[in-house]
């Protein structure tokens, strides 16, 4: 999800493949499907998400502290606000706990956090050592050092670094450069000419004068200098569609090539600070780092120095005093999503040691609330899953059984964790002091940044988790070809050991089929068994997959959540296949899980199958204010969530069975327009 802070930021976005962008824990029970969310006055085959969920949205309006509301929300709120709330608190109590000990971290990064007093006494003064470095630049090449050294804290310029697998040989880590720099996030929002994205860059330049006003620098009007460099810098950078594309964004150099290739910029000494020892490296996009050396040396070094301090302003602005944390929420949570209030402090401290120390928090969450036989259960859901998969697979008209034996090869070969990590790392060497929450971040990032510069070079470890225990979401990760359920997903409305089996189909085991078909969808097809990004497809079988994928953008360019924002069929396509592939299966394996028995009887009236997409529809019930689905439009691959309900029904023939529609009704496309993939 996107937050207002990201102290870590990936390069090769799109490579790792959530179930979703945003993201409770209810010890209590819940009901399978709970009917006051029904509005039975909207005919299901008319608009499914209202007739699902219309009344769940009349009676949970957004909180004025979100942008949007909804199951992920309800969930990631009571695992945050309840369970490590509850873990923090335990911790917190406690005394004479060992320094560099998870508890000792936790508590005391806690107790930084929650103790405004000394915040307001501290000002900006954590920051004067670097406020002073960026002044004290003379010339390009200092710049390009300093702006190296402000990213092993966490500090964005206009090109980064990250470490992961190689694409086209997993099992290494490779260097991988890319764009970075813009404080709007994505460069449609510099493009665009309609009223709300101009009057976000208008609130852009005013809140950049005001962060520049609470800090006492002496710049004159920098919003309109930042905004005019990040204008010219997104000119340069490719879009987040281009971004999808692993081919084209893969350009492995020998290092000394950037020089070649940039040589206005300092590389060696942008390098060096960072530790950054390589002898190849795989750029997203070769022309951006050439023009945008380009562009850095035709701008002003005081520009440059601008930029840098509000971007080192706006990293931390959210760790300083309260009027540089109320005018940063203003600007990034009001302006840009639409959320009214800041959460109560105590939730934030909360939030925030989720942010920093997840990890650890994650270990004594997996411990207090994951139940081991959680891990059979879903280990049984995924191979009941796969299994499915593969008898779609033999049945695919548009397949050659040449690529369909490649496609079963992948299938097999796909592993999955559950829960939580079989290993721990240390944690020990991150400093964490009671009275030094800006400290504390960058002790954390810079332990981060180290860990990741470690990586270069080294097998890839494929027991690493990229993401926490208690997060609300899952992902597929094509380098290792494999799927990842944190302990967080695990919990109702996902998964509820209480409910029916239709709505457990229709909520995790289809989640687990999104997960899945993310390995067969734009991007992970194109990523063999081992995970390597190598062509496994017969030239007529890929145009097949291409020209059904293509139809798909195409249907879902032409949904308009919002007047004047469609929904971006190109960038959402991998999820939107993932959709209409996991629903498909789960589907499937429902019905097979009948076989040689009698099929349940209805419940509150409704058929197995019905409540099977009533399942799916409850996973997706949300509200969300206008602006974050602006926001969602234009930088998010997943589509909105009304669309991820009512956009793959019209093309599923099992939903129109189910609830009796046909021929003109909104839920139903002409056959020749249905689109099935797998
Ligand atoms: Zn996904």
């Known amino acids: 999800m996107q937050s207002i802070h990201s102290t870590a930021r ?9 179930l979703a962008a945003a993201g409770p824990a209810a010890a209590q029970k819940v009901p399978a499907f709970d009917n006051s969310s029904l509005d039975k006055n909207i ?3 008319h608009d499914f998400d209202g007739f699902a969920n219309q009344g769940w949205k009349k009676n949970n309006p957004i909180p004025g502290t979100d942008s949007r509301w909804g199951a992920f929300n309800e969930l990631d709120k009571a695992n945050k606000e309840v369970r490590l709330k509850s873990i923090i608190h335990e911790i917190a109590g406690k005394t004479g706990l060992a320094k560099g000990t998870e508890e000792q971290q936790i508590s005391d990064y806690y107790a930084s956090f929650l103790d405004t007093a000394t915040i307001e006494k501290r000002g900006i003064s954590p920051l004067k050592t670097w406020i002073d470095k960026i002044n004290s630049t003379k010339n390009l090449a200092d710049w390009a ?5 402000l990213q092993n804290i966490g500090v964005s310029t206009w090109t980064g670094f990250a470490v992961e697998g190689d694409l086209k040989d997993s099992k290494i ?7 970075d720099g813009l404080s709007l996030g994505e460069r449609s929002y510099y493009e665009r000419t309609d009223s709300s994205t101009q009057n976000v860059r208008k609130e852009f330049v005013a809140h950049v004068n005001k962060m520049f006003a609470l800090a006492g620098f002496p710049e004159k009007n920098p919003g309109q200098t930042i905004l005019d460099f990040e ?6 950078q490719l879009t987040n569609v281009q971004l999808r594309d692993p081919v084209k964004t893969y350009n492995k150099i020998g290092y000394p090539e ?3 290739l940039a040589p206005e910029f300092d590389w060696d000494g942008f390098t060096k600070v960072q530790d950054i020892r390589t002898d190849t490296l795989v750029l997203q996009d070769k022309g951006y780092i050439t023009n945008g050396a380009k562009l850095l040396k035709a701008t002003s070094l005081a520009t440059l120095k601008t930029w840098s301090k509000f971007q080192l302003l706006t990293t931390f602005a959210g760790f300083l005093p309260k009027k540089f944390d109320d005018e940063n929420f203003r600007f990034f949570a009001t302006v840009m999503t639409g959320r009214k209030a800041q959460r109560p402090r105590i939730d934030r401290a909360i939030r925030s040691a989720d942010g920093v120390l997840g990890m650890p928090l994650g270990k004594l969450f997996a411990k207090k609330y994951f139940p081991e036989s959680s891990k059979q259960k879903v280990s049984d859901m995924i191979e009941n899953v796969r299994a499915v998969y593969g008898e779609r697979i033999d049945q695919l008209a548009w397949m050659s059984p040449e690529t369909k034996q490649m496609a079963h090869k992948k299938l097999k070969a796909f592993t999955y964790k559950i829960g939580y990590p079989d290993s721990w790392k240390d944690y020990s060497a991150i400093d964490v002091q009671r009275d030094k929450l800006l400290e504390n971040v960058i002790s954390t990032t810079k332990f981060r940044t180290a860990e990741k510069i470690g990586k270069i070079g080294k097998p890839v470890d494929r027991s690493e988790w990229l993401m926490t225990p208690q997060t609300v979401n899952a992902y597929y990760n094509p380098l290792n070809n494999e799927i990842v359920f944190p302990a967080g997903i ?4 996902f998964f509820n050991p209480d409910a029916d089996d239709a709505i457990n189909y229709g909520g995790i085991i289809a989640v687990i089929g999104h997960e899945f078909t993310h390995g067969f969808d734009d991007q992970g097809s194109q990523f063999d068994a081992d995970g390597n990004l190598q062509n496994w497809w017969t030239e007529a079988d890929r145009k097949n997959f291409d020209d059904l994928a293509k139809h798909y953008i195409d249907y879902f360019g032409s949904l308009e959540p919002l007047s004047g924002f469609k929904i971006n069929g190109a960038l959402t396509i991998g999820e939107n296949i993932a959709d209409l592939g996991g629903l498909t299966l789960a589907y499937y394996a429902l019905k097979k899980s009948f076989e040689g028995k009698t099929e349940p009887a209805a419940i509150d009236g409704f058929t197995w199958q019905q409540r099977f997409f009533l399942g799916w529809a409850q996973v997706w019930h949300a509200n969300i204010t206008d602006a974050a689905l602006r926001n969602q439009i234009q930088t998010d691959p997943h589509s909105p969530a009304r669309f991820r309900i009512n956009g793959p029904m019209p093309h599923l023939k099992e939903f129109h069975d189910a609830w009796h529609c046909g021929e003109g009704d909104a839920m139903v496309l002409p056959q020749a327009q249905r689109v099935v993939i797998w």
């Open 10 to 18: 990936r390069f090769t976005a799109g490579i790792l493949l959530s």
């Open 43 to 45: 005919k299901p085959c």
């Open 145 to 149: 050092k300093i702006t190296g050294e």
């Open 173 to 179: 880590n490779a260097v991988y450069g890319g764009q």
């Open 231 to 236: 204008s010219a810098l997104a000119k340069l």
């Open 258 to 260: 950037l020089n070649t």
């Open 490 to 493: 695990l919990q109702p409305p």
